[in-house]
């Protein structure tokens, strides 16, 4: 079955710094890739998918890469803010298939 | 907007109790998945559903079972619960044809 994962575990970066996060999936059937947030005591929300018939996609501070023949694909988080702050998922799906977990990120952004 | 709730927020339940998860979707969505989410191991799937009386295992299904009676309703059940299942469990669901889940709020279950 699919395996995703997901470095580094956590990332510490100062305020207005880049973050990346990266992702690495197993099976080359999967098409579907979404990032989540979790803030601290709340549920994942989706940020930011995208599917492979694109390389990237861009949402304001956010994008994703993709790489299809790497199977690899990563988050971007450009001027990072305080709120940035909370553990980012990034998942793997063929289709709308069932999603498989990356071990998820820890991202701190200092003020 | 699509609305998932889980009955509990925290339970502490003792070993070898039978254990009941509830999660309600208020969306018409067909498909039901239940995770739990352990520090370092992120989000591991437990069983999911793509339709009314039907359910499929995923990645961690021993020690759990499942029930989807209702199209809106998917129960996670514990049947003898262990320490090794404390946990924070999350249910989510998605349209048969749609992409991205949507989260409940999570129950943090403690076993003891």
């Known amino acids: 079955g699919e395996n995703v994962e997901q470095h580094p575990s956590t990332l510490s970066v100062q305020e207005g710094d880049s973050a990346v996060i990266k992702c690495t999936y197993s099976d080359s059937a999967s098409n579907y890739f979404p990032w989540y947030k979790q803030e601290l005591g709340k549920r994942p929300q989706l940020i930011i998918d995208i599917r492979s018939n694109v390389g990237e996609k861009k949402d304001q501070r956010i994008a994703v890469t993709l790489n299809k023949t790497a199977k690899h694909f990563s988050l971007h988080i450009t001027e990072t803010q305080p709120e940035d702050s909370a553990v980012y998922f990034c998942?793997?799906?063929?289709?709308?298939?069932?999603?498989?977990f990356g071990t998820g990120t820890r991202l701190q952004v200092f003020p | 907007d699509v609305k998932v709730t889980q009955s509990s927020r925290y339970l502490v339940k003792r070993t070898g109790e039978k254990v009941f998860l509830e999660c309600v979707q208020d969306m018409d969505h067909e498909n039901m998945f239940w995770y739990r989410q352990d520090p370092g191991l992120g989000l591991r799937l437990i069983y999911f559903?793509?339709?009314?009386?039907?359910?499929e295992k995923g990645d961690i299904p021993e020690g759990y079972s499942v029930s989807r009676e209702k199209k809106e309703r998917f129960s996670l059940i514990l049947e003898s619960a262990s320490t090794n299942q404390t946990s924070m469990y999350l249910c989510a669901s998605s349209p048969p044809r749609g992409y991205g889940y949507t989260f409940g709020s999570g129950t943090r279950l403690t076993v003891v």
């Open positions: 998942a793997a799906s063929k289709g709308t298939d069932k999603l498989i």
């Open positions: 559903s793509y339709d009314v009386k039907m359910k």
